[in-house]
């Protein structure tokens, strides 16, 4: 399947996906499945939880894949 670089937006933040980078690792869809799935594309969906946790969960991603842009004056 080909997948495109992608960006996914909630209120409050901005995210994007480069499958150049992604690694398959499934650590993403493992550990936070609500939002991140590896099996529904678009796979990213940013209204099933809470931002801060999307963001933590981005932080561990090992392959830089997945980043993010605060929309607003938030800190996480
Ligand atoms: S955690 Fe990162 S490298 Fe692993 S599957 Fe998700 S996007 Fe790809």
Known sequence: ????YKTFKNK???VTYDPRKCELSGTCSKE???VFS????PW?????TETEKIIK??????????KFRLREKATY
């Open 57 to 66: 969960q981005i932080k561990k991603c090992p392959s830089g894949a997945l």
């Open 44 to 48: 990213v969906n940013l209204e099933n």
């Open 12 to 14: 409050e933040v901005t």
């Open 1 to 4: 399947m080909n997948i495109e």
């Open 32 to 34: 936070l499945s609500d």
């Open 38 to 41: 590896d099996s529904i594309i």
